[in-house]
């Protein structure tokens, strides 16, 4: 009886799970299509307000927001938590880093097939080409790796945890992300559709490693952030008299 009931428990568990997951897909979906509408609108707006300082702070954001730095920001936050024996600061800055991995990944795969020519690419034909342009072999050419935004999916799965982990606390961490994905556009690197599609798959993988591997990961930290056993002082033998 507590075993059919215990299997009844997690399948409503799952069900639920699923549909929290299938809302927000369904969100995404649609405002990405409708991105796509706007791409030529940004891109105007952003040639004419070209202005230095804003494109020193883009340049800033773009350079410390990709993968390698935030690993970086990972390892040592994760080092400084194990210091402070901070079991709850360790899973998310380690589920952060799984994240932004795996959405690093599924980003960069697809827009090595996509060949979007980037915004700023002046020599491109025609904006979508795939992996040819007619005998050019494109999948080392940067300036056709335009869709989705590479920046803009890994930051927004390693500061997409914070959120789903505390969603009270959490939501700051998308100022951040919102920001590096604000610098892809106005380095006139990406189109808004390349940014809304990568911030939906970061969001997306961000959602799932936080329901599916947040537990998991606080039970192995468990033993490295356990406080150590203090031990008392010896207690002195009395001399006999």
Not at 170 to 185: D, F, K, T, Y
Request: net charge positive.
């Amino acid at each position: 009886m507590g075993s059919h009931q215990s299997n009844q428990s997690e399948q409503k568990s799952s069900e639920v799970s699923a549909a929290r997951f299938f809302v927000p897909l369904m969100i995404a979906v649609i405002l990405c299509g409708l991105s796509f509408l706007c791409d030529q609108a940004v891109i105007e707006w952003v040639k004419a307000h070209d202005w230095k300082s804003l494109k020193e702070a883009a340049g800033f954001l773009s350079r410390w927001g990709d993968w390698p730095e935030l690993m970086l920001f990972g390892s040592i936050g994760l080092c400084l938590a194990w210091l402070g024996r901070s079991r709850v600061a360790g899973k998310v800055l380690l589920c952060m880093m799984i994240a932004a991995t795996i959405s690093g990944g599924l980003v960069n795969s697809i827009r090595l097939l996509t060949g979007r020519a980037r915004p700023n690419n002046t020599e491109a034909t025609q904006e979508w080409n795939g992996l040819w342009r007619s005998r050019e072999f494109l999948l080392r050419k940067n300036k056709y790796h335009s869709f989705p935004s590479g920046h803009t999916g890994t930051a927004f799965a390693f500061f997409g945890v914070p959120l789903f982990a505390d969603r009270r606390q959490g939501w700051w961490a998308l100022l951040v992300a919102a920001a590096i994905a604000w610098s892809r556009i106005y380095l006139n690197v990406h189109y808004l559709s390349d940014v809304m599609v990568g911030m939906s798959i970061g969001l997306l993988t961000a959602f799932f490693v936080c329901e599916r591997l947040l537990t998991r990961v606080d039970r192995l930290l468990e033993a490295y952030f356990t406080q150590p056993a203090k031990t008392g002082q010896p207690k002195r033998r009395a001399h006999p008299g």
